[in-house]
């Protein structure tokens, strides 16, 4: 039940125990007086909704299993929902043995930076347009698990980015949006991206040198000019649990932030808390440029001394 309410991209906060509490999240609820009403017992895989709304859609009925949820989420009858489960439309897990959450701190949902997911996204387009329009191979797109999400939920319709702890483990998906919906990159709600760097346990089993750049798009763009020890910030600011993952892992540092204000301003600052702890270099991106905006031969005369 879990799996399903982190596909469809609903987050519920926990009573106690096994139960979880919040906004009703079926096309039947129209009760505007039940902000609340919708619970979830996983340790039963059941729910139930107590609006008058979704009992009288559901003919007198609180609520189900997890088959009856699908059905009402997508319209359909018990037999298709269960062919959608069957066939992986909706989640995978990952994991042979259930994964229990004991707190809500400790529950994945899309993913907080702590707790592994305990599914995998399917149907995602490795060769989709506009990933081509970015430049980004298929074959890395393939590596690094991101594509068009065909399927449904809160990151559905937008280029899918998996984000992983230092351990490997799957801890949340990003969303890319593909138009000018906003805001551009969606994270779960509860996701802080502060405790994790992008492509870290790739880059760490690549040897003792790294390359940190800002964004998801330079992170591939780099490795796919040769340079697999390349990990990204999410952002141009570099918290405490990132220098420390830094730093526990790599000797050497080169700082490739985008050529911006914000880049060349964050540059310089992050490499003064590093010097002093790790071998620490800092590039000078060419102005108004950043590191996806570059050729393969360009990211390597830049990163690697001495290359011509």
């Known amino acids: 039940m879990e799996m399903a309410l982190a596909n469809y991209g609903i987050h519920l906060h926990r009573l106690y125990d096994a139960y979880l509490r919040g906004r009703c999240p079926l096309p039947s609820h129209t009760s505007k ?19 008058a709304s979704c009992v009288a859609a559901r003919g007198g009925r609180l609520g189900g299993n997890v088959l009856d949820f699908v059905a009402a989420m997508e319209g359909c009858a018990i037999r298709e929902a269960a062919l959608k489960l069957q066939d992986g439309h909706l989640v995978t ?34 060769s989709h347009a506009y990933l081509t329009e970015r430049g980004v191979n298929p074959e890395v797109a393939r590596h690094f698990g991101l594509g068009y999400n065909r399927g449904k939920g809160s990151m559905a319709g937008r280029i899918v ?12 998906y990003a969303g890319r949006s593909i138009d000018q919906t906003e805001p551009r990159y969606r994270f779960p709600a509860r996701f802080r991206k502060s405790l994790v760097l992008f492509n870290l346990h790739r880059a760490a089993a690549a040897g ?7 964004g998801f798009f330079d992170c591939l763009r780099v490795h796919e000019a040769g340079l697999p ?26 700082l490739f932030l985008d050529g911006d204000n914000a880049g060349r301003t964050a540059g310089p600052a ?38 011509f």
Request: proline letters at 5%; glycine letters at 8%.
């Open 229 to 254: 020890g390349v990990v990204a910030l999410m952002g141009c600011s570099l918290s405490i649990r990132q220098e420390e993952l830094l730093c526990e892992r790599f000797q050497e540092v080169t």
């Open 93 to 126: 897990a990952i994991a042979s043995e259930p994964v229990t959450y004991q707190h809500e701190a400790d529950r994945g949902g899309w993913g907080t930076g702590g707790a592994p997911l305990p599914f995998a996204l399917r149907r995602i387009d490795c």
């Open 161 to 172: 980015i998996p984000i992983h702890d230092e351990n490997g483990l799957l801890v949340a």
């Open 208 to 214: 003792k040198s790294v390359i940190v750049v800002e």
């Open 270 to 307: 992050i490499a003064q808390r590093l010097v002093s702890k790790v071998s620490t270099r800092l590039i000078e991106t060419p102005a108004g440029r950043q590191p996806d905006q570059l050729g393969a031969d360009q990211i390597r005369c830049l990163c690697i001394p001495g290359y």
């Open 33 to 51: 007086g039940s902000r609340e009403s919708f619970i979830v017992n996983t340790r039963k895989n059941a729910w139930a909704c107590h609006s």
